[in-house]
């Protein structure tokens, strides 16, 4: 019995390079988490501030304050990192429309000649 699947090594020849369409779309997604975090920790952070934690004791008091920083803070670092990938691929997008975005493997950098005469 023979297989007649085609080997594995013509298929990984060379891997497919990421279109504009990618980008585009990876930087939407991002975008649209940041903005829903965004609201999210606007929410929280009203919540927190209109229902500050009151207990007698002050270990828990402190535990509680903690807590409140520790998840405000946590919402705000997810809305700037979203935020942050967002900007990054949009940028990744805009220079992937531009013409000869991508220099030619192996050969000197756009701009610089080897032969000066």
Excluded: E, N
Excluded at 52 to 58: R, T
Excluded at 79 to 97: D, N, P, Y
Aim: proline fraction near 8%.
């Amino acid at each position: 019995m023979t297989d007649s699947k085609p080997s594995a090594s013509s298929d990984t020849t060379a891997p497919r390079r990421k279109g504009p369409l990618s980008f585009l779309s990876g930087a939407l997604t991002a975008g649209l988490l940041s903005w829903l975090c965004l609201g999210l920790s606007r929410r929280l952070a009203y919540y927190y501030a209109l229902h500050p934690p009151s207990y007698s004791s002050a270990i828990a008091q402190s535990i509680a304050t903690a807590l409140k920083t520790l998840i405000v803070g946590m919402a705000f670092l997810a809305t700037f990192s979203f935020g942050f990938i967002a900007l990054g691929l949009g940028l990744v997008f805009v220079r992937s429309l531009l013409p000869g975005a991508v220099p030619s493997a192996g050969g000197p950098p756009s701009g610089s000649s080897s032969a000066d005469g």
